[in-house]
């Protein structure tokens, strides 16, 4: 198992920007990527955007141009910058480290975007 520990949620206003971040322990050799979904009240988790091993990125269409995924190799830790947030954007974010013998969930950080 990896342990994920995710932290930077946090109320902000329409327009503004928060970061995201989602710390690995545990079997870390063994990830193939990593990731962050969301989950919106009453609805269901939605993937946001993915970082591989080699560094490929990848997202969303609803949050391209606007979120950026990274990561410190050094710190085993994952980032998620979210820049001209929306009201949309409000929800759990979630940190997912895919391995070989399945996929690892943090316990989920709340972002909320007022209007």
């Known amino acids: 198992q990896v342990p994920l520990v995710e932290s930077g949620g946090g109320l902000v206003q329409a327009g503004g920007s928060l970061r995201l971040s989602c710390a690995a322990s545990?079997?870390?050799?063994?990830?193939?990527?990593m990731g962050w979904y969301r989950q919106a009240p009453g609805k269901q988790r939605e993937w946001v955007a993915t970082?591989?091993?080699?560094?490929?990125?990848d997202y969303a269409g609803s949050v391209k141009g606007r979120f950026t995924i990274s990561r410190d190799n050094a710190k085993n830790t994952v980032y998620l910058q979210m820049n001209s947030l929306k009201p949309e954007d409000t929800g759990v974010y979630y940190c997912?480290?895919?391995?070989?013998?399945?996929?690892?969930w943090g316990q989920g950080t709340q972002v909320t975007v007022s209007s």
């Open positions: 970082i591989t091993r080699g560094g490929t990125t």
């Open positions: 545990g079997s870390i050799f063994s990830i193939r990527a």
């Open positions: 997912s480290a895919d391995r070989p013998l399945g996929t690892d």
